[in-house]
């Protein structure tokens, strides 16, 4: 069965720092798998899609996530945090094409 | 170009009570999915919805049943309600089904059980 798990349930950076949210999934085919970002009292927004095609994948907003799958991760990084991208997000994982699993969240806040 | 739309925003049933959930999709889309999304927690899938027909269901009992209409739009039923059904349910819409589909999600309907 698919599962994701994302490590730390809420990450503090500050301003201008690298943001890195952490995204372990388990498949027992190779998965797509995916980052969505929740802003509060707003549906969810794809920001990034893995689909078995180039590993490291860019969406939007300046966010890239590397799929590595030795070790089962999907990482998600920005290289300069602002102040906008306070927000939850999440790591979710698709094994049949249909039916989509998502991690628990990680809330990031984002420090002046 | 209307993104994903639902209705109600808001709502506030009792126990026992039924409640029926709308969604329109992205123009252009035809699949639906509903998500249930507990305080806190990420989305929970419940069902999909292709031509009508649902193609896939989650791990959620007979009390949750969905519908889909000829122009694509779908409703979220849910029978004798729990406590434990206050959630934010969200609903997405793709084209054709497929994962490799961007689906796109609605502002969701916050339904409150008392």
């Known amino acids: 069965a698919q599962s994701v798990t994302q490590l730390g349930s809420h990450v503090s950076v500050s301003e201008g720092a690298l943001v890195l949210l952490r995204c372990n999934y388990s498949?027992?085919?190779?998965?797509?798998l995916f980052w969505y970002v929740q802003y509060p009292n707003q549906g969810l927004q794809l920001l990034l899609k893995y689909t078995s095609a180039a590993t490291l994948v860019k969406g939007i907003n300046g966010f890239e996530a590397e799929f590595k799958k030795s070790e089962t991760s999907f990482h998600l990084t920005k290289p300069s945090a602002h102040m906008s991208d306070a927000a939850e997000y999440f790591c979710?994982?698709?094994?049949?094409?249909?039916?989509?699993?998502f991690g628990p969240g990680t809330r990031l806040s984002v420090l002046p | 170009d209307a993104g994903v739309t639902q209705s109600p925003t808001h709502l506030i049933k009792t126990r026992g009570q039924q409640v029926t959930l709308r969604c329109s999709p992205k123009?252009?889309?035809?699949?639906v999915s509903w998500y249930q999304q507990a305080l806190g927690q990420g989305p929970q899938f419940i069902f999909q919805y292709y031509e009508e027909e649902e193609r896939q269901r989650g791990n959620f009992p007979d009390r949750f049943s969905g519908h889909q209409f000829p122009n694509y739009s779908s409703e979220l039923n849910v029978n004798a309600l729990l406590l434990g059904d206050s959630a934010l349910y969200l609903c997405a819409s793709s084209h054709g089904g497929a994962v490799q589909e961007t689906q796109y999600f609605g502002p969701g309907t916050r339904l409150l059980v008392l």
């Open positions: 979710a994982v698709s094994e049949s094409g249909q039916n989509f699993v």
């Open positions: 123009s252009g889309h035809d699949t």
């Open positions: 498949s027992s085919v190779p998965p797509y």
